[in-house]
């Protein structure tokens, strides 16, 4: 079956950096759009940026110049590196891939960014 599992969260001053991974099997992941989101307590799931399976891209408007997706097809990995974090990036962000019938979802992985 279609796994997702994601890595890198943490604790973060503002001003630093995190970078998450997502690593997927189960699936052919080179040809299927990945994505991050992310959940704030008593706030909806969010787009945060996602990336095809030709490397087009694109962000959330909150998350543009700070924020910068990139996949590695021969490790099945999505990466989502981000700089320049804010209090407001704090939320549970969640690693998805857009299959031809659903879609799947990893378990999650906490960014705090608190001084």
């Known amino acids: 079956q279609v796994q997702l599992v994601e890595s890198g969260g943490g604790l973060v001053q503002p001003g630093g950096s995190l970078r998450l991974s997502c690593v997927t099997s189960?699936?052919?992941?080179?040809?299927?759009?990945m994505g991050w989101y992310r959940q704030a307590p008593g706030k909806q799931r969010e787009l945060v940026a996602r990336?095809?399976?030709?490397?087009?891209?694109n962000y959330a408007d909150s998350v543009k110049g700070r924020f910068t997706i990139s996949r590695d097809n021969a490790k099945n990995t999505v990466y989502l590196q981000m700089n320049s974090l804010k209090p407001e990036d704090t939320a549970v962000y969640y690693c998805?891939?857009?299959?031809?019938?659903?879609?799947?979802w990893g378990q999650g992985t906490q960014v705090t960014v608190s001084s």
């Open positions: 189960g699936t052919l992941f080179s040809i299927y759009a």
């Open positions: 990336i095809t399976g030709g490397g087009r891209t």
């Open positions: 998805n891939l857009e299959g031809q019938v659903r879609s799947y």
